[in-house]
Nanobody
Framework: QVQLVESGGGLVQAGGSLRLSCAASGRTFSAYNMGWFRQAPGNGREFVAGINRSGGSTYYTDSVKGRFTISRDNAKNTLYLQMNSLKPEDTAVYYC?????????????????WGQGTQVTVSS
């Protein structure tokens, strides 16, 4: 089992920044590829960014490329998502998740452990 706990969400104005964290405990964090997903009201869960076990390979959905950065610190068992130039359409609940797959382009079905989510609201 891997327990994941997100933090860092909140209310921010358009153009602002937030940094999400995901603290992992339980089984070896570095054994999993990790991803950030988001879900807005009325929508399905959407892939945002993925990172491999070492942190050397990342992938982003087109809508966040150049604005968001995913990273991990395996010594601290923590996953991060730095979000800059936020837009109202980024408003959603953000989830971190862990997968045994070797891919960094992740789907919800790939993920075996999920956090509880953290709300991000971007006002215009």
């Amino acid at each position: 089992q891997v327990q994941l706990v997100e933090s860092g969400g909140g209310l921010v104005q358009a153009g602002g920044s937030l940094r999400l964290s995901c603290a992992a405990s339980g089984r070896t964090f570095s054994a999993y590829n990790m991803g950030w997903f988001r879900q807005a009201p009325g929508n399905g869960r959407e892939f945002v960014a993925g990172i491999n076990r070492s942190g050397g390979s990342t992938y982003y959905t087109d809508s966040v490329k150049g604005r968001f950065t995913i990273s991990r610190d395996n010594a601290k068992n923590t996953l991060y998502l730095q979000m800059n130039s936020l837009k109202p359409e980024d408003t959603a609940v953000y989830y971190c998740a862990a997968s045994p797959t070797l891919r960094v382009v992740l789907r919800p079905d790939d993920m075996v452990y999920w956090g509880q989510g953290t709300q991000v609201t971007v006002s215009s």
